[in-house]
């Protein structure tokens, strides 16, 4: 892994995530560029009453806020780490995939919250939309979470529908640099099928290299189910794989508060 980005809107819950990508930056040994995308009025509402008066303004404040930031995180690594910046004005979404393909990232680290309580449900919605058009695996760090080297994983993986090889692969390779135990996860309505045992039998060869274990858990309940068995496991992170996207999008559905609150000790990495 050899680059990072980590997008902020140098919220209170951006630079936790970004302190936890500066040690992960540090462990890996890679470059970590801090993205921050402006847009004049601002895409957050809430931002209303306080947002400059002039997108030179804007940008100013900006510059000032990411020198901050990387000045922080520089007294925060604690150990050599490479930190580049990127200001780009324009719209988030567009700004994080530009940046991605322009400094070749292996990784992109976001917030699950942004800029105040109230705004969890619109930040939570960009974060999920990088989803299904992020080229990179992508990190979401929930408020509250300090950094710590990952030794318990706990993988979704859907055995009605088969995954990707692709994206199958990348999360074996991400795992072998992370380190850890994988602990599969399948839900599924009909554990005990011919069909499933030998679907299950086929993740558990493709994970042969890999330290790991494999539980098929009966029900229909998948996001519950997830969730449950991430904080029984004690995991330190929950990857998914591109079959089970659909699932983390749920938390950020209105009514969804509580799940959301779950989730306040568990990155999650979704794997493309």
């Known amino acids: 892994m050899k680059r990072i980005v980590l997008a902020t809107d140098f919220s209170a819950n951006a630079n936790n995530a970004a302190r936890y990508a500066v040690r992960l930056a540090r462990d890996s040994q890679a470059t970590l ?5 402006y847009h004049y ?7 209303a009453g306080d947002f400059p008066l002039s997108i030179q303004l804007m940008r100013e404040q900006s510059e000032k806020a990411m020198k901050r930031l990387g000045a922080d995180l520089h007294a925060y690594a604690g150990g050599p780490v ?12 567009p700004s994080i995939q530009q940046t991605i393909r322009n400094m070749k990232a292996d990784l992109l680290i976001m917030s699950t919250v942004g800029t105040a309580p109230q705004s969890a449900q619109l930040f939570g919605s960009i974060a999920t939309d990088m989803i299904p058009v992020t080229t990179v695996p992508l990190l979401l760090i929930p408020p509250g979470v300090t950094y710590a080297p990952v030794k318990n994983i706990v993988l979704g993986v859907d055995l009605n529908t088969p995954p990707d090889v692709v994206a199958f692969d990348a999360a074996i390779r991400l795992v072998g640099r992370l380190g850890g135990v994988v602990n599969v996860l399948c839900i599924n309505d009909q554990p005990e099928a011919p069909a499933i045992r030998e679907r299950a039998g086929n993740i558990r060869h493709l994970l042969r290299d890999v330290p790991h274990t494999l539980s098929i858990q009966a029900g229909d309940e998948v996001f519950e189910a997830l969730l449950g068995f991430a904080h029984t496991s004690k995991a330190d992170l929950i990857m998914m794989l591109p079959q089970v996207h659909g699932w983390f ?20 990495l979704a794997v493309t």
């Open 41 to 47: 009025p601002p895409e957050n509402p809430l931002k």
């Open 33 to 37: 560029v801090l993205l921050h995308a």
């Open 249 to 268: 999008s749920r938390l950020f559905n209105e009514g969804e508060t509580q799940r959301v609150a779950r989730l306040t000790d568990i990155p999650l």
């Open 82 to 93: 490479t930190i580049q910046s990127v200001l780009k004005e324009g719209y988030t979404l």
